[in-house]
């Protein structure tokens, strides 16, 4: 009895432990590629993200378990990495000591060793990642611009923190069923007219850009009102009456955003860190909002703004 009684107090213990202090998700929406003009845009989102210091970063990219995404979204790059597995091989016991060393102490050789073996994994996010610090170094971090979340943003993110593997969420089941769907829904609001929404939404848009130039493109577009505007384009709920392919859209979009807030949390879960970041496009963060609180209730989320 008395060691039963040990055991419900210990699992009781543990679960006020886990409520008191909840696993952290903080969400940054991106403008993925920013004009020449905006090409400094992502340095103060730098900053703030190496200031919360994540444990784990989750980056739009597919899982490498996950091939039917990675095949839909890149299929040269799926063709190439799953010839070239086919034919190159590898010391495991070798990349997992290069895994498990400091960046600082990779040279250029064993980063792209790493990248090539991500490669064949069909793991685009840390094939672009050592191939960035076979490349650059990791002394570049941040020096370094090509105007995109990647480089910009995750990439001198995941360096800074000495961070060895990126980890990838977005899921791209129905690809081709969302763009064929997005491109008959134009021509149907072109037809009816609700194509006046779509632009009045576009307007607000550009508008929020502008003011983003001056006080910071990332600050705007993590507002609220902004990434919920991103949201109603991108999932059509912009019309104001049902119509076939705007609504089969909406549902191929909500199905992504439910699958990249459910491989967050599975990640989250198997990796056991305490504070996790996800950089996304902005147009995501309402449905992962969504998705994360109706389905996963234990995740803190928190939002760039709250930064």
């Known amino acids: 009895m008395k060691i039963h009684l040990v055991i419900i107090l210990q699992i009781v213990i543990a679960s006020v432990g886990f409520a008191q202090n909840p696993k952290e998700v903080l969400l940054i929406g ?80 064993e980063a792209k060793l790493l990248a090539s ?53 977005d899921n791209q089941t129905y690809y081709q069923e969302y763009q064929d769907n997005w491109r008959a829904c134009d021509k149907a609001s072109e037809s009816d007219g609700e194509v006046m929404y779509f632009k009045k939404g576009i307007r607000k848009a550009n508008f ?3 003011w983003g130039f001056f006080f910071g493109l990332g600050k705007m577009v993590n507002k609220s009102k902004v990434s919920n505007l991103y949201h109603e384009l991108n ?43 996800v950089i996304v496009g902005a147009g995501h963060i309402y449905g992962l909002i969504e998705a994360l609180e109706r389905d996963y209730p234990e995740l803190k989320i928190k939002l760039y703004k709250d930064l």
């Not at 610090?133 to 090509?146: E, P, Q, T, Y």
């Not at 943003?153 to 360096?159: F, K, N, R």
């Not at 019309?239 to 599975?266: F, L, V």
């Open 235 to 277: 999932s059509f709920e912009y019309r104001k009456t049902s119509c076939e392919p705007c609504d089969k859209g909406n549902y191929y979009w909500d199905y992504r955003n439910t699958q990249m807030a459910k491989n967050i949390a599975t990640q989250i879960s198997q990796g056991g860190e305490e504070k996790s970041v």
């Open 30 to 109: 991106t403008m993925h590629q920013v004009s020449k003009a905006k090409k400094n845009a992502y340095r103060p989102m730098l900053k703030k993200a190496i200031a919360y210091a994540p444990e784990a970063i989750y980056v739009e990219r597919q899982m490498k378990e996950d091939t039917v995404s990675v095949k839909n979204y890149f299929p040269e790059f799926y063709a190439k990495a799953d010839s070239l597995r086919k034919v190159k091989s590898f010391d495991l016991d070798k990349i997992e000591m290069l895994k498990n060393r400091n960046l600082n102490d990779l040279d250029s050789s």
């Open 117 to 169: 073996y991500y490669y064949c994994q069909f793991d685009y996010a840390n094939y672009h990642y050592y191939s960035y610090v076979s490349r650059f170094g990791v002394r570049s971090a941040g020096k370094r611009s090509d105007r995109t979340e990647n480089v910009d943003l995750s990439i001198p993110l995941a360096i800074e923190m000495d961070i060895k593997e990126i980890r990838s969420m």
């Open 208 to 210: 929020q850009g502008v």
